[in-house]
């Protein structure tokens, strides 16, 4: 798989995962936003440039969204008191309770549909699973560390 390919499949999972959303109530976040709102359910209290190298959208297209947000009740900001320069971002308590009510819904049906192949389904569920959680951030030590700053720990065994 090269870089297009995989951006690509990037735009395609992105598409299935809003429709998955959707299809838990109609919603009114752009795909940003979502991916801000989904950021910050995972990791609260980050700051705005971790969300940046999550979400790999551009920094001023996530702080434009925050601002949406916190406009719109769903975020809150404040000052980081280890570093005053950073903005740490958290959900508002309605916003994470509507997260919550979504979050448990599996994709399935968006994927069954997606998939020609009704056979193939439950191979592509497993392996978006496998890829989910293979390349998380929380348990890939060279992405938490590019996301963060700090170096990867290495485990001891």
Do not use: W, Y
Not at 92 to 110: F, I, K
Not at 125 to 143: F, G, Q, R, V
């Amino acid at each position: 798989m090269d870089g297009t390919q995989l951006l690509s499949l990037g735009k395609r999972l992105i598409e299935l995962g809003r429709d998955a959303i959707d299809q838990a109530g109609p919603t009114s976040l752009t795909a940003g936003e979502a991916a801000v709102v989904a950021d910050a359910f995972r990791f609260p209290d980050c700051a705005v440039r971790e969300i940046v190298a999550r979400t790999g959208f551009a920094q001023s297209h996530v702080s434009a969204s925050i601002a949406r947000l916190r406009e719109r009740g769903l975020l809150e900001t404040a000052p980081d008191p280890v570093d005053g320069r950073r903005t740490l971002v958290r959900l508002t308590d309605r916003a994470r309770r509507a997260v919550l009510a979504r979050a448990g819904r599996p994709a399935d049906e968006v994927i069954t549909r997606a998939v020609a192949d009704a056979d193939r389904t439950e191979r592509v569920i497993a392996l978006l699973d496998e890829l989910a959680e293979l390349l998380s951030p929380a348990t890939d030590p060279a992405a938490s560390a590019s996301m963060t700053g700090r170096p990867p720990t290495r485990s001891q065994g």
